[in-house]
């Protein structure tokens, strides 16, 4: 039962652990790097991972590093925009017969899908909004274009204020000489 949420996605990178499972424990062998990449909540997670996978008294103990990049839009302006992320991946894979809750199990066949746990690592770490790397300008709040609220042509004088902004002095005159 397990298995059948993990067995609907289709794997991104499986590695045969038939060959360590076959060892005592202490056995460990080094993956080549490998370089995955998946959408995720409609952003492009791209992946490179350095793995190592050892031999433990009830499964594999799976270890390494992820670096990647994170594509999207800008929160701001809905511009392509990505980031550089960079994660650890440290989990243990159990067999079938040490199954106990909430673990990750190794697969049928002895597999076990590194390249998804590359991508999840890379999930935990992801940014939340993505920004334009140099920052945009910020949004105007009342039209929305690209200019600073303070600077926007619709920010008129409230007519209701407007006798009244008669009355006070002036202090934004374009032009006015300092000093
Ligand atoms: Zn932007
Ligand atoms: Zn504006």
Redesign the pocket.
């Known amino acids: 039962m397990e298995s059948e949420q993990a067995a609907s996605l289709p794997p991104l990178y499986l590695v045969d652990l038939s060959p360590l499972l076959a060892e005592p424990s202490g056995g460990s062998f080094a993956l080549e790097p490998f370089t995955v990449e998946d959408r995720l909540d409609e952003e492009l997670f791209t992946a490179a991972a350095q793995i190592r996978i050892d031999r433990t008294n009830r499964g594999v103990r799976i270890v390494g590093t992820v670096r990647g990049r994170q594509e999207g839009l800008c929160g701001r302006c809905l511009t392509p925009a990505a980031t550089q992320l960079e994660a650890d991946i440290d989990e243990e894979a159990l067999e079938q017969r040490h199954a106990t809750d909430g673990a990750l199990l190794i697969g049928k066949g002895n597999g076990v899908d590194v390249g998804r746990l590359a991508v999840e690592a890379l999930d935990l770490v992801r940014h939340l909004v993505l920004r334009c790397a140099p920052p945009c300008p910020e949004r105007?709040g009342?039209?929305?274009?690209n200019?600073p609220?303070s600077?926007?042509?619709?920010?008129g004088i409230d007519p209701r204020m407007a006798g009244l902004a008669t009355l006070l002095p002036s202090d934004d005159d374009e032009g006015a000489p300092i000093g």
Request: charged share 25%; net charge negative.
């Open positions: 105007c009342l039209c929305g274009a200019h609220s600077d926007c042509p619709e920010r």
